[in-house]
T-cell receptor
Framework: EADIYQTPRYLVIGTGKKITLECSQT?????MYWYQQDPGMELHLIHY???????EKGDLSSESTVSRIRTEHFPLTLESARPSHTSQYLC?????????????FGAGSRLTVL | DQQVKQNSPSLSVQEGRISILNCDYT??????FLWYKKYPAEGPTFLIS?????DKNEDGRFTVFLNKSAKHLSLHIVPSQPGDSAVYFC???????????FGAGTRLTVKP
């Protein structure tokens, strides 16, 4: 079944630790995205990719970094986690092309930094 | 700069009645408008979209209306069912632009 997977679903970690949030999709989508969402707030785009070896920053400044070595895989890394990074991180993907850009989202990774 | 606004954080309706969720936007360059539904502990899922060249799009119990002059769109759910209880996000984007703007969401509760 074509889908998009995020791990871990929940992570509680101490300040200063390095973390990587994994995202994989089996739909063959070229575009992939990372959104950050705080409770009751809008989703903010922090990173996106058009395809392999393509990564761009979104409208919300983030200290995280991403990589796109394989089409299906788009991990997000925080080198040194801080309490301000506590949030929910949503990975999404979509097809290339014009028209309404319908995103398929993963279930999210909820990060808590103590 | 919040370009998409959902001013009602919550809405409660009775089963069988109509649910109307509202969304306002400020960017007249938006070409597409989408609604996503989100259940707890899940990611948002696409519900329905509308192009800026249309003023109405219908899919079963869900209808989206677009009023470009007022920069306003709404999602109508008729009849509402308890399974519709979720957070609904309005989103908008320009054609071929990755920067999809989301509203803060409206939590809909449909009471049996």
């Amino acid at each position: 079944e074509a889908d998009i997977y995020q791990t871990p679903r929940y992570l509680v970690i101490g300040t200063g630790k390095k973390i990587t949030l994994e995202c994989s999709q089996t739909m063959g989508h070229d575009k992939m995205y990372w959104y950050q969402q705080d409770p009751g707030m809008e989703l903010h785009l922090i990173h996106y990719s058009y395809g392999v070896n393509s990564t761009e920053k979104g409208d919300l400044s983030s200290e995280s970094t991403v990589s796109r070595i394989r089409t299906e895989h788009f991990p997000l890394t925080l080198e040194s986690a801080r309490p301000s990074h506590t949030s929910q991180y949503l990975c999404a993907s979509s097809e290339l092309g014009s028209g309404a850009n319908v995103l398929t989202f993963g279930a999210g990774s909820r990060l808590t930094v103590l | 700069d919040q370009q998409v606004k959902q001013n009602s954080p919550s809405l409660s309706v009775q089963e069988g009645r109509i649910s109307i969720l509202n969304c306002d936007y400020t960017n007249s360059m938006f070409d597409y408008f989408l609604w996503y539904k989100k259940y707890p502990a899940e990611g948002p899922t696409f519900l329905i979209s509308i192009s800026s060249i249309k003023d109405k799009n219908e899919d079963g119990r869900f209808t989206v209306f677009l009023n470009k002059s007022a920069k306003h769109l709404s999602l109508h759910i008729v009849p509402s069912q308890p399974g519709d209880s979720a957070v609904y996000f309005c989103a908008a984007s320009e054609d071929n632009n990755n920067d999809m703007r989301f509203g803060a969401g409206t939590r809909l509760t449909v009471k049996p």
